[in-house]
């Protein structure tokens, strides 16, 4: 089976940076994905990370070490419009069972 | 444009009746997905499907049926079984790519009265 570890609730001011961090205990692994959701609405994929490093999109980037079991998402330059839930998933065998983690709720703040 | 369409948006049903939710992507993906989402619990997933006319149970199955028919279509059925069905109830489908991306429908979210 698998299971993500991630922080419940992050607050951040505005124009910084922040670190969501997600751990995992997988029977295999296939990598490490990350979405965003909005209140009320449907999650949005953000990234991959399938080998160890970083992955930068735009504001956003995301973090694997395989060794760890650990990642991470980081968004730089926090815009009030991120504030977001963020979930860290992983796919299962086969990319067939992909199992979230219980979402971190991100509160930017001005 | 491709994408992933869920009915109804709102679902609103009596105790003891069974509700189908209605799950249709043009995406021309095999696999498809149902999560069920409570506050402070995440996404967990009800049951998958790869290919058509097969699915799998997931983590929370018990008190749900689905059925694949057609490649396309990926009807949930919340039943009367299902203890505390009020939720919000996220389809989804995944590419053949290999990155494990899941494409959501914007969800249906249905109240028990």
């Known amino acids: 089976g698998q299971s993500l570890e991630q922080p419940s609730e992050v607050t951040a001011v505005e124009g910084a940076i922040v670190q969501i961090n997600c751990t995992y205990q997988?029977?295999?692994?296939?990598?490490l994905s990350w979405y965003q959701q909005h209140d009320g609405g449907a999650p949005t994929f953000l990234s991959y990370n399938a080998l160890d490093g970083l992955e930068e999109t735009g504001r956003f980037s995301s973090f694997l070490s395989r060794s760890d079991s650990y990642g991470y998402l980081l968004l730089q330059e926090l815009q009030m419009k991120d504030s977001a839930s963020y979930f860290c998933a992983s796919p299962g065998w086969g990319y067939q069972k992909v199992t979230f983690g219980i979402g971190t709720k991100l509160q930017v703040i001005p | 444009d491709g994408g992933i369409t869920q009915s109804p948006k709102y679902l609103f049903r009596k105790e003891g009746q069974n509700v189908t939710l209605s799950c249709e992507q043009n995406l021309n993906h095999d696999a498809m997905y149902w999560y069920r989402q409570d506050p402070g619990q995440g996404l967990r997933l009800i049951y998958y499907?790869?290919?058509?006319?097969?699915?799998q149970k997931g983590d929370i199955a018990e008190g749900y049926s689905v059925s694949r028919e057609k490649k396309e279509s990926f009807p949930l059925t919340v039943t009367s079984a299902q203890k505390n069905p009020t939720a919000f109830y996220l389809c989804?489908?995944?590419?053949?790519?290999?990155?494990?991306?899941?494409?959501f429908g914007e969800g249906s979210r249905l109240t028990v009265l």
């Open positions: 989804a489908s995944m590419p053949p790519s290999g990155t494990g991306e899941l494409f």
């Open positions: 499907s790869q290919i058509v006319n097969d699915f």
């Open positions: 997988t029977s295999g692994f296939y990598g």
